[in-house]
């Protein structure tokens, strides 16, 4: 296992089009978060799963946003109609249960979305 | 709401001086806290992890220090490097993680 993988590394669109971002995990983490970063902040948390089960939504995550989980493995992160507003660097992290482990969250190395 | 909040927000020391970075969370009901590392247009990279019931960590010249009652954790550096260079990031588990905005840090060699 090498990690968190996220594909595609950067993207860059026309407003209006839609993007999928893609997160495959660590193999036994079970949990699977989200994050946004812009330049000069931190992480802003969007939403996470246990297993398939999406458990918390952030108010950031507008009805143009959806994450799903299928399987329980990899994850997607698609954003319908983009805005300049959505450019920023999206991070996928992944850890194991809080109560069975350390809970040490794995990131990868991010989406750069850039919406022209 | 967890706020977490991170002071200074940057921070520039000659090389060789210890530091010490701070962060603060306001709501004490937490699994843990995870202090991290982002370079430049990168990830970021775990450096510790405090369980709540947890008072340090230490790895190699980091320490950091959690006193949950009080909402606030430390990292220190000792013998600052160049190669420390960069945004440290603190973030509390509740299970959503909570991240403070970070501490840019250059090492002036």
């Known amino acids: ?116 | 709401k967890q706020e977490v909040t991170q002071i200074p927000a940057a921070l520039s020391v000659p090389e060789g001086e210890n530091l010490v970075l701070n962060c603060s969370f306001t709501d004490s009901a937490i699994y843990n806290l995870q202090w991290f590392r982002q370079d430049p247009g990168k990830g970021l990279t775990s450096l510790l992890l405090i369980q709540s019931s947890q008072r340090e960590q230490t790895s190699g010249r980091l320490n950091a220090s959690l006193d949950k009652s009080s909402g606030r954790s430390t990292l220190y550096i000792a013998a600052s490097q160049p190669g420390d260079s960069a945004t440290y990031l603190c973030a509390v588990s509740q299970p959503r993680v909570i991240f403070g905005k970070g501490t840019r840090l250059h090492i002036l060699p």
């Not at chain 1, 999928?20 to 948390?45: A, M």
Request: proline share 4%; hydrophobic share 30%; with cysteine.
């Open chain 1, 1 to 116: 296992d090498t990690g968190v993988s996220q594909n595609p590394r950067h993207k860059i669109t026309k407003r209006g089009q839609n993007v999928t971002f893609r997160c495959d995990p660590i193999s036994e983490h079970n949990r699977l978060y989200w994050y946004r970063q812009t330049l000069g902040q931190g992480p802003e948390f969007l939403t996470y799963f246990q297993n398939e089960a999406q458990l918390e939504k952030s108010r950031l995550l507008s009805d143009r946003f959806s994450a799903e989980r299928p399987k329980g493995s990899f994850s997607t992160l698609e954003i319908q109609r983009t805005e300049q507003g959505d450019s920023a660097m999206y991070l996928c992290a992944s850890s194991q249960h809080p109560e069975k482990g350390a809970n040490v969250l794995t990131f990868g190395a991010g989406s750069r979305l850039t919406v022209l």
